[in-house]
């Protein structure tokens, strides 16, 4: 699958390095940085960028400005918008483009869309899942079937696997992952909601898999119970 990451220069260095190295043939374009604020009158592509995008089997946006977005979302073409810019402007695009998806981040993405391009990226990058294997309450082993493409799910497993699963080794995967988080602001949510709300999906994500797998140890009083009970994420 051919992947064009478009952006404007602020977003989508590090998304691009992490799924290439899933699906290879990713590659990121630079557009010109334009101010959100303002209104365009019209916008084109550089020739260069237009046939990139015509090249590719999924886009995914990391520009800020939505008149730009606009235009890539013309193109007959499945996009990912990785900013959040409110369900009313989604709803302008459908207009225009149905396979068009915006998650409320990038770590929020399903393989539930109706585009079955979008739902094979989503199988490997979007909301956190994992396989997770234990002794007794040791960590001998996490696989991450889906992960931010941001590297953030990747890069908190060091703080678990070998560890024993603890209200500390929990809240320092925890912190590892509020600190890696690299969304892009949404028109809604600021820097450290968005480092916040990805910071608990992948909580939620995890225990999910503790809970299905290892029940006993998920059972109402134990520890990890309480601990899961206060972020209300069971």
């Known amino acids: 699958m051919k992947i064009l990451i478009v952006s404007d220069g602020k977003y989508g260095d590090r998304a691009v390095e992490i799924i290439k190295q899933v699906f290879p043939e990713t590659k990121m374009v630079v557009v010109e ?6 209104l365009l009158d019209e916008f084109e592509f550089p020739k260069d960028v237009e046939n990139d995008i015509n090249e590719a089997d999924l886009l995914i946006s990391y520009v800020r400005h939505p008149d ?11 996009v990912i918008l ?9 709803r302008q695009i459908h207009n225009e483009n ?6 409320s981040s990038m770590c929020h993405l399903a393989p ?3 585009n079955s391009v979008i739902n094979e990226f989503a199988k490997k990058f979007g909301i956190p899942k994992y396989i997770i294997d234990l002794d007794d309450l040791v960590v001998k082993n996490i ?3 889906t992960q931010s493409p941001c590297g953030a799910s990747k ?4 703080f678990l696997v070998g560890k024993t699963l603890t209200k500390e080794s929990l809240n320092e995967f925890a912190l590892s992952i509020r600190q890696e988080c690299r969304e892009p602001l949404s028109i809604i949510l600021k820097r450290n909601q968005m480092a916040e709300t990805s910071m608990l999906n992948h909580l939620k994500s995890f225990f999910m898999e503790l809970k299905e797998k290892y029940p006993d140890l998920m059972k109402q009083g134990t520890e990890l119970y309480d601990y899961a009970s206060k972020f209300s994420l069971i």
């Open 68 to 78: 730009v977005v606009s235009e890539l979302c013309l193109y007959e073409k499945p």
């Open 155 to 158: 890069a908190s497993l060091n």
């Open 82 to 90: 990785g900013i959040f810019f409110g369900e009313g402007f989604l």
């Open 33 to 38: 940085e334009m101010d959100p604020r303002q």
């Open 143 to 145: 696989q991450l079937i």
């Open 98 to 103: 149905m396979d068009v998806e915006m998650p």
């Open 112 to 114: 539930n869309s109706k």
